[in-house]
C-alpha cells in the first residue's frame, strides 16, 4: 500500500453508508473498471476495492480526486443532494460579506462541489496574502485590472481575461489600479460543515 492510501480502517460506529456505494456506482456510471480508476486516482485497486465496500473510509483528498476522476463533485461523492429551489440564485438575494477587505456575493447555490462568488477587490487589500489549498480556482475579471500571482510567475489580466489553475500553486490576487477589480470567481471545495468562504490559509509572502 502507497503511503497515499494510509487511513482509518472502518468501524461500527464509522458514517460510510452513504459513501461506499456511491464510489462505486459512480465509477460504473463512468465505464471506468477498479484498476483503471485506481490507477488514475494513485490507489491500489485494493484499497479503492475497500473503500468501495466501506471497509476503509477516504480522505478527503482522495475524495476529490475520485470526484475529478468520475466527472462530478464531492457532494455527490458524499450522496448529498441540493434541492430544485436552490439552483437559481437571483440578484436580491447575493448579501455581500466582507473578509480582509474584500467584498463577495455568493453567486451560485449553497452545497454543491464547487462555489461561485462575484469578489471586488479594492487597491492594496490582501495582496501580500499567499493561498495554498486543495481543488481548482477560475477567475474571470468583469473590471479593472487584476494581478495575478501563480507560483513564481506574475500576470495582468484586464477584462475579459481569466485564469483557470491548480489551487496547490502558492498565488495570490491583487488589484492593479486604484479603482480595485470585480471578478468572476469558482472554486472548488473540500465539503465541510465550516466551508463558507474559503479564502484559504496565510503562508506567507512570495518575494
Known amino acids: 500500500m502507497n503511503a497515499s492510501e494510509a487511513g482509518p480502517a472502518a468501524g461500527p460506529g464509522d458514517e460510510l453508508p452513504s459513501v461506499a456505494p456511491q464510489l462505486r456506482g459512480l465509477r460504473r456510471r463512468s465505464g471506468l473498471t477498479l484498476e483503471a480508476a485506481a490507477r ?17 473510509q477516504p480522505s478527503l483528498p482522495m475524495l476529490l480526486a475520485l470526484a475529478r476522476i468520475y466527472g462530478t463533485t464531492v457532494s455527490e461523492l458524499l450522496g448529498e443532494r441540493v434541492a430544485d429551489r436552490d439552483a437559481i440564485v437571483r440578484a436580491g438575494d447575493m448579501e455581500p460579506v466582507r473578509a480582509g477587505g474584500w467584498t463577495y456575493f455568493q453567486a451560485g447555490a449553497p452545497g454543491r462541489g464547487m ?34 500571482r501563480l507560483g513564481d510567475a506574475t500576470h495582468l489580466l484586464a477584462p475579459g481575461d481569466s485564469a483557470h489553475f491548480d489551487s496547490l500553486t502558492p498565488h495570490r490576487l491583487a488589484a492593479e489600479d486604484h479603482d480595485g477589480v470585480e471578478l468572476l470567481f469558482v472554486h472548488t471545495l473540500l465539503q465541510s460543515p465550516t466551508a463558507t468562504l474559503c479564502l484559504g490559509p496565510l503562508t506567507g509572502e512570495l518575494p
Open 40 to 56: 488514475a486516482a494513485g490507489l491500489s485497486p485494493a484499497h479503492l476495492s475497500r473503500l468501495e465496500t466501506g471497509q476503509r
Open 115 to 148: 462555489q461561485a462568488l462575484r469578489v471586488r477587490v479594492p487597491y492594496g487589500s490582501q495582496g501580500d496574502i499567499v493561498r495554498v489549498h486543495p481543488g481548482e480556482e477560475w477567475v474571470y475579471v468583469l473590471g479593472g485590472r487584476l494581478r495575478l
